[in-house]
């Protein structure tokens, strides 16, 4: 009987129904779309913002200093120390290993240039080659490969015309890229053949095919940019390298992460240890790569940080005030079904049902509208916050059956709230005057 | 016809007659708009605010003398007067600009007597948060006025093991200059190696009195903005080679650009989706309005007339629920904006009457079921027939 009750209430108003359905799929909609996009936002965003470049910055510990202006190493090739190449591979076996996107040894030498054309030789002031990674391929110590290189970690590297070079095997011509600046001044074309000598006295000549103009805004304009093996040969330094730059994905530092690691208790580091924080990222490195110093380059630490954190609480406050809303709306919805409903509710008193069980009736209406309306909204949210997401980020979130446990909560929670008010009043509707109908 | 007393004494009773519905349907209303509000004012606001928040990246403008050669470090340099030709402000917002000047000199702490090689570099006053951020390690506020002060980096300090308080020794060519170090400041990058001196200690140091290296700007605005400053600043300095940071201003303008977007998007979304859900509640509110109508047209008012009554009440409900809902959301984002970006979000007076008109059209929007009312049958109504 109490089943049938209800049964009838939606199949003899089905508009009235249809209208408060739509409210509330409307407003769970809103919050389900909401509610994903926030969940997903910030690591999308932590995604993006690595076109920033390396984030920390790793140079042996026992160094001289370096002369380094505009990205320039002014120190000569036999001054100061250098790291192992054959180490890197460990870099994707710290804790944090998935978040570790990208990184790239740097070695650069200053070297004599000749650009050889039609067998003369036309001489250029000395260049830096700066020998890096280009689409390299890294052995990982659990016997797996991990491909990576300065294009990653530097995005804002870009080809003005050619392609990057590839490492050839020893015993062909090498590949270099030339900066954009350095290419104009000397005339330098993509295929052109170049001389690199030491210096301008040494005899031992290495020709090398140039396959690409590099732009990057900065110092590497005016230089020549090789696989890392050339610059290690010109620096007499085989396997070794200067500089590493790592890009990697990290939770925006918060008043915990600030704290000195050294005063935590055991539990706090642990807690610290194992979240993505920059500081722990840079200490699980220099675990692994004896040796070095490992620095968080601040300036894109911190300013990832901040903008992070203020758009992921921007987010959240549009998911909520987009709750709120809905809620307001669908509660309303829920009131005035139960306000224009006195004539029915008298109807049961009169005929003997008591205060609670008219309660119950109308709750158990409003549950199976909230969890019909609920997963319909959720069904509409979805879909939005995937074009959403594909729109933005070309990228749908995940649907997240979190989220529609939420969802089907808070619409449950709401539509009792909503009516729970005139409920109560209804329920001590006097039934003879309403009858009567006044 | 509509403008009688007697219609506008329905009008009132309408709205009167039960409060409970009134007070119902006055929150779904103020609700929809104070969440329009709220979000259209704290919209603008975040996106001014984002543009702010990228400087915490540092400098992303420099200017350095055209066709510089690389292979001298103490090479070509600027005249210091061109600072005087920067603008000091950009959109209304103040362009910290400063000049360095880079000398590969030799430096000690004082005392020791092994000199070894150092970057140099001689700015303009202190506190350059602003173009190179970092932090410091160690600080003495009551030396930083000293104008022979100067701030180590943190790579550099390790390797002359000095602290702020100690004095350094900089050398270059035959030329000494001694300084006290006020802060170690570590940033991560090649400053970290480089010891910053008073910019007329390192001219004379350098034996270039008046020169810069190079000049960095920290601009603050939209990609498009900036880049409209990099060329009106090239176009007013010649001799100068000015460009834009391309490792911040290509990051900065994508990140921009993308949550920029996902701002727009998601308030755009929630604003439709919230009037159509303001809708959809107060359609359902409307509804029941039957057996008013039934009466209206069983005492002969004519379909037009009833529909006007509604439409005015509905106009006079949305006006209401806009006027109030819009003032709530309006303190709500001055509030959040203090929430979010530590400043208030300045309330922007256009954002009121367009809430205000947008939840006037919901109201308006949602009275059109009523439409369907012209076809009631009074007797039918009044049989209590569905």
Request: proline fraction near 5%; glycine fraction near 10%.
């Amino acid at each position: 009987m109490f089943l049938r009750l209800v049964a009838d209430s939606f199949t003899r108003r089905p508009r009235r129904k249809l209208l408060s359905m739509a409210a509330l799929a409307m407003g769970m909609a809103v919050a389900t779309a909401a509610l994903s996009v926030s969940l997903d936002v910030g690591d999308r965003l932590a995604q993006e913002f690595r076109s920033l470049g390396a984030n920390l910055l790793i140079t042996p510990q026992a160094d001289s200093l370096p002369l380094e202006i505009g990205g320039v190493d002014y120190r000569p090739a036999n001054a100061g120390a250098y790291l192992p190449e054959a180490d890197l591979g460990k870099l994707k076996t710290i804790f944090w290993r998935f978040n570790i996107i990208a990184f790239a040894p740097i070695l650069d030498v200053p070297v004599q240039a000749d650009v050889a054309k039609n067998d003369a030789k036309i001489p250029m002031p000395q260049v830096q080659l700066i020998g890096t990674w280009v689409n390299h391929e890294v052995k990982i110590p659990d016997g797996t490969t991990y491909v990576t290189g300065i294009e990653t970690t530097n995005p804002w590297w870009q080809l003005k015309g050619g392609r990057w070079f590839t490492e050839t095997a020893s015993g062909r011509v090498p590949e270099v890229l030339v900066g954009e600046k350095l290419a104009r001044s000397s005339g330098i074309a993509v295929g052109s053949e170049l001389h690199l000598l030491e210096k301008a006295s040494s005899s031992s000549i290495q020709p090398v095919t140039v396959v690409g103009i590099l732009t990057t805004g900065g110092p590497e304009d005016e230089s020549l940019i090789a696989p890392l093996s050339l610059a290690q040969a010109f620096a007499k330094q085989p396997g070794m390298y200067r500089r590493l730059y790592v890009s990697a994905l990290t939770k925006p530092e918060d008043s915990f992460a600030r704290k000195d690691p050294k005063f935590m208790t055991p539990a706090e580091f642990d807690k610290w240890y194992c979240t993505p924080y920059i500081s722990a990222i840079a200490l699980q490195i220099s675990e692994e790569l004896k040796g070095t110093d490992v620095r968080v380059i601040r300036r894109v630490a911190d300013g990832e940080g901040n903008v992070l954190t203020r758009v992921r609480m921007l987010l959240w406050l549009v998911t909520f005030a987009a709750l709120l809303a809905a809620g307001l709306a669908v509660g309303a919805s829920a009131a005035a079904s139960v306000i224009e409903r006195r004539t029915e509710i008298g109807l049961m008193k009169a005929l003997g049902a008591n205060a609670a069980l008219v309660g119950v009736l109308l709750a158990a209406e409003q549950l199976l509208l909230a969890i019909v309306g609920g997963g319909l909204g959720y069904a509409i949210g979805v879909f939005l916050a995937r074009v959403l997401g594909e729109r933005i980020f070309g990228f749908a979130p995940e649907p997240k059956l979190f989220v529609l446990l939420v969802i089907l909560g808070l619409a449950a929670v709401i539509t009792l709230l909503g009516s729970a008010f005139p409920l109560r009043k209804a329920s001590r509707y006097d039934p003879a005057p309403i009858l009567r109908g006044e | 016809m509509s403008g009688t007393p007697m219609f506008w004494r329905i009008v009132r009773r309408l709205l009167t007659a039960n409060y409970s519905r009134l007070f119902v349907i006055l929150l779904a209303l103020g609700a929809g708009a104070a969440v329009t509000s709220a979000l259209l004012n704290l919209q603008i606001d975040a996106k001014k605010r984002l543009t702010t928040e990228f400087r915490s990246l540092g400098a992303n403008v420099i200017v350095a003398q055209r066709e510089t050669g690389s292979e001298n470090a103490n090479g070509s340099t600027l005249d210091e007067a061109l600072m005087a030709q920067l603008p000091s402000v950009h959109e209304a917002k103040p362009v910290p600009a400063v000049g360095f000047l880079y000398v590969i000199g030799e430096v000690a702490k004082e005392g020791a007597p092994h000199f070894e090689p150092a970057v140099i570099a001689g700015t303009q006053g202190h506190g350059l948060t602003e173009i190179r951020p970092g932090r410091r390690t160690e600080y003495f506020a009551s030396l930083e006025r000293d104008p022979a002060a100067c701030e180590v980096g943190a790579k550099a300090a390790a390797q002359f093991k000095v602290h702020a308080g100690d004095s350094l020794l900089l050398r270059n060519q035959g030329r000494e200059e001694a300084c006290k170090i006020f802060a170690v400041v570590a940033t991560g990058g090649a400053e970290d190696a480089q010891i910053f001196a008073s910019l007329k200690t390192t001219q004379a140091l350098a034996d270039l009195p008046g020169r810069l290296s190079l000049i960095q700007i920290s601009v603050t605005g939209t990609p498009a903005s900036v880049n409209g400053f990099i060329s009106a600043l090239s176009n007013s300095l010649p001799g100068a080679d000015v460009h834009g940071i391309k490792q911040l201003t290509e990051a900065e303008g994508r990140i921009y650009d993308r949550i920029s977007g996902l701002l727009s998007a998601t308030v755009l979304l929630v604003l439709l989706l919230t009037s159509l859900c303001v809708m959809a509640g107060m359609s359902n509110v409307a509804v029941e309005r039957k057996n008013d109508v039934g009466l209206m047209k069983a005492i002969g008012g004519s379909v037009r007339r009833v529909v006007h009554l509604f439409l005015t009440e509905a106009i006079l409900l949305g006006f209401a629920g806009g006027l109030i809902g819009s003032a709530v959301g309006l303190g709500v984002s001055i509030w959040l904006g203090r929430a979010v970006f530590g400043v208030a979000a300045r309330p922007r007076l256009i954002v009121y009457p367009v809430s205000v008109a947008l939840t006037m059209i919901t109201s308006i929007a949602s009275a059109f079921p009523l439409r369907r009312l012209a076809s009631i049958r009074p007797a039918s109504v009044f049989r209590g027939e569905e």
